[in-house]
């Protein structure tokens, strides 16, 4: 409810060369969304390593400065980072201590 009004509210300010505008449309939507529903937060992965993240980072700025070859080579190094994270966290979630079968199995289902 709230939303749909805060849109309202802006369309109507607008003089009508504006409102056929497409940057002008998207724009108001996009604030009115961002004011109303916030920004969404992505949750962080618990087995992706810090240096995982920052070769992520590395490669998302490669890739948004146009550096073709650096982002190709980071990418790489990014699925082959996150594979040995994976593996690292999937060992550490099967290890098996004497009488805690239960803690085991419960780990088993997270892996899927």
């Not at 004011?35 to 240096?51: H, N």
């Not at 004497?98 to 899927?112: C, P, W």
């Amino acid at each position: 409810m709230q939303y749909s009004v805060e849109v309202q509210n802006r369309f109507c300010l607008l003089t009508t060369e504006e409102a056929s505008d497409w940057d002008t449309f998207r724009n108001a939507v996009t604030t009115a969304a961002s004011t109303c529903l916030g920004q969404s937060v992505q949750a962080k992965k618990e087995w992706i390593s810090d240096s995982s993240w920052h070769l992520i980072d590395e490669n998302q700025a490669a890739r948004l400065q146009g550096r073709v070859e650096d982002c190709k080579r980071l990418t790489k190094q990014c699925k082959s980072q996150l594979r040995k994270d994976r593996q690292c966290w999937a060992d550490d979630m099967g290890e098996l201590e004497t009488g805690q079968v239960k803690d085991a199995f419960a780990n088993f289902r997270k892996l899927r």
